[in-house]
């Protein structure tokens, strides 16, 4: 007998281009897992056309129209847990999440962002980036926690911050691996190889 696939439940704010890669990966075999619900919190996320031209239930829970945290995040958990979602994944979700969300999927909710933790936290990371002046910038995927951008790490990818760069130029260049390394996590996720000890997150053999 086959053990199930997971299910993810990706969040997301804008474009949507890491939901587009793990569309992709799953496409090509490289994830095994089955996307069962994309959920925006703005109507008008490019992401949900994404979804929809994946033949994937597509659903915007628009923040403006709940009073409070607590009441949008608890209409994110009805859809998430009617989806059957295993794993929630945060791909360009731009609002922090509760302790009410974080710990009724608790271990059980990734993120991407755009810097090498735990350098650089927060909503503008390439803006900060720049004007720290490192040599070396990147992407870190981890599991989500109540702090922000502060759970255990699980991927890293580096890339070079150039003489002349941009928010957008380098914001470009870090989003190419995002979308290499963030399906990667799903797929250790969905193997049963990722083992948090503490702040460490070991990868089984």
Known sequence: MTEAKQKLGVLCSGRGTDLQSIIDAI?????DAEIAVVLTDKPDAFALERAKKAGIKAVCVNRKQYDGREPFERALIAELEEAG??????AGFMRIL??????HFAGRIMNIHPALLPS??????????????VKVS????H???EGTDSGPIILQAAVPVLDGDTEETLGARVLEQEHVIYPQA??????????????????LD
């Open 85 to 90: 979602v295993t794993l929630v994944v945060l």
């Open 138 to 141: 990147g992407c870190t995927v």
């Open 27 to 31: 496409g090509r075999g490289e994830v």
């Open 143 to 145: 599991f989500v926690d």
């Open 186 to 203: 799903i797929q250790l996720y969905c193997e049963g190889r990722l083992q948090v000890e503490g702040r460490h997150v070991r990868i």
């Open 98 to 103: 509760t302790p009410v969300f974080v710990h």
């Open 120 to 133: 650089f936290p927060g909503a503008h990371a390439h803006r900060d980036v720049l004007a720290y002046g």
